[in-house]
């Protein structure tokens, strides 16, 4: 006998699972953490070089082996959202537990400029993106936009990798775990 899926309520939820509720349940889902980044071009050809942006994400998985895809869920209507459907390239930075204040730091509500951001952090320029891959991280991926799909308040960013460094670091991979930043015992 088939069920019938419950009928959604006002707020979009099945009738019966508050917002509190679901981000209860799935803060209980470890992730690691990474550092998304774009390079925003100079709108005007006398301008500077034009801005780096950046944000800390936990929703970031691989796709595809072949071809190698990523994906990167954005807040529909954020910086990172509103860049990347303009600029097609971006980068990865998969952060140890030693960049706890950098993930903190691009993941604050009211944020300050993308270029306070990026001061004092130790980066390189990808040479496929031009965006910032963060010294010491265990990973970093340079990719292009293949796809962008809408899904809720969130747009799924699919990737195509371009480049991906594995650079020798010590330490392990920086996780979030229900609401906090937690490292591997």
């Known amino acids: 006998m088939a069920t019938s899926a419950p009928s959604d309520g006002a707020d979009g939820h099945a009738v019966g699972v508050s917002n509190e509720e679901f981000r209860g349940a799935l803060a209980r889902l470890a992730a690691g953490v990474v550092l998304v980044t774009a390079h925003e071009p100079a709108t005007d050809?006398?301008?500077p070089?034009?801005?780096?942006?950046g944000m800390t994400a936990t929703a970031f998985m691989s796709v595809s082996l072949n071809p190698p895809l990523v994906l990167v869920s954005l807040r529909e209507g954020s910086r990172m959202d509103d860049l990347l459907a303009e600029q097609p390239l971006w980068a990865v930075s998969l952060l140890t537990?030693?960049?706890?204040q950098i993930a903190s730091r691009?993941?604050?509500?009211?944020r300050i400029s993308d270029r306070l951001l990026f001061q004092d952090v130790s980066y390189v320029r990808g040479e496929a993106s031009g965006a910032p891959l963060i010294d010491g991280a265990?990973?970093?991926?340079?990719?292009r936009t293949e796809q962008r799909v809408p899904a809720g308040d969130h747009v799924l960013v699919i990737g195509r990798v371009?480049?991906?460094a594995l650079?020798?670091?010590e330490g392990g991979p920086l996780a979030y775990y229900k609401g906090k930043y937690r490292h591997l015992a």
């Open 49 to 53: 070089r034009g801005e780096d942006a």
């Open 97 to 100: 537990e030693g960049h706890r």
């Open 162 to 164: 371009l480049t991906a």
């Open 167 to 169: 650079p020798s670091v």
């Open 138 to 143: 265990l990973a970093t991926l340079e990719c």
């Open 45 to 47: 050809e006398d301008a």
């Open 106 to 110: 691009f993941s604050m509500k009211g």
